[in-house]
């Protein structure tokens, strides 16, 4: 079984993967273990899950593809991504000390206890 996932699909795989309370989440999981290399044994004793079930999800997997999963699994593209608040303009900070009128208030630098060696 040789499926490589891109980027966004994967992404989308392991958010289904860490919702433990979705259908899908151990389908995705079994999902992830296969792309990645690892037979059908090692994912059934990782996801703990009979082994005869791991199996009928990767046959399943090689013959539908990602199509099982339905609109449960949603890559997250940038179009689909949250917009980012606006990021309020910082006030212009005076150049100069003496155009803001105050002195700089600076706290000195406490020394750091010395450990023995």
């Known amino acids: ?32 273990a296969l792309t990645s290399g690892q037979d059908v044994e090692k994912i059934a004793r990782s996801v703990r899950r009979p082994r005869k079930e791991v199996q009928q999800w990767a046959e399943r997997f090689e013959t539908e593809g990602l199509d099982f999963f339905g609109s449960a699994l949603q890559p997250v593209s940038p179009a689909t991504k949250a917009p980012q ?11 100069y000390e003496s155009e803001s009128g105050q002195r700089r208030r600076v706290n ?4 750091r206890p010395r450990s023995p060696r």
């Not at 608040?85 to 150049?95: H, K, S, T």
């Not at 000195?108 to 020394?111: L, T, W």
């Open 1 to 32: 079984m040789d499926h490589s996932l891109d980027r966004e699909t994967r992404k989308a795989l392991v958010r289904l993967a860490e919702q433990d309370d979705h259908e899908y989440s151990v389908p995705a999981r079994i999902v992830l």
């Open 85 to 95: 608040p606006p990021v309020e303009e910082m006030p212009e900070a005076p150049a």
């Open 108 to 111: 000195p630098r406490q020394p």
